[in-house]
Nanobody, 117 residues
């Protein structure tokens, strides 16, 4: 079983910066890809970025070049650095862990990010 807890959301002006942090508890994190997803009101949850245990990353086109995902395998954490934030980045952001063998998904409770002047 994996438990995830996010932190770092909040209100920021357009063009600003936020760092989201996710702490994971459990075992065998070498078997897990970690990632961030987001869900805006009235929209489906969408992928933002993922990172494998070997730190291979993928990004949604909408955040490529503005967001950076990183993980600390010793601490079982994953961060999302978000630069040049836009109002359309407003959403609840969820931390995700996916077992690369079973494809089982685990989710954090989410953290709100609001980009507004």
């Amino acid at each position: 079983q994996v438990q995830l807890v996010e932190s770092g959301g909040g209100l920021v002006q357009p063009g600003g910066f936020l760092r989201l942090h996710c702490a994971a508890s459990g075992n065998m994190f070498s078997l897990y890809s970690l990632g961030w997803y987001r869900q805006a009101p009235g929209s489906q949850r969408e992928l933002v970025a993922t990172i494998t245990y070997s730190t291979k990353t993928t990004y949604a086109d909408s955040v490529q070049g503005r967001f950076t995902i990183s993980r600390d395998n010793a601490k079982n954490t994953v961060d999302l650095h978000m630069n040049s934030l836009k109002p359309e980045d407003t959403a609840v952001y969820y931390c995700n862990a996916q077992n690369i063998i079973t494809r089982a998904n685990y989710w954090g409770p989410g953290t709100q990010v609001t980009v507004s002047s």
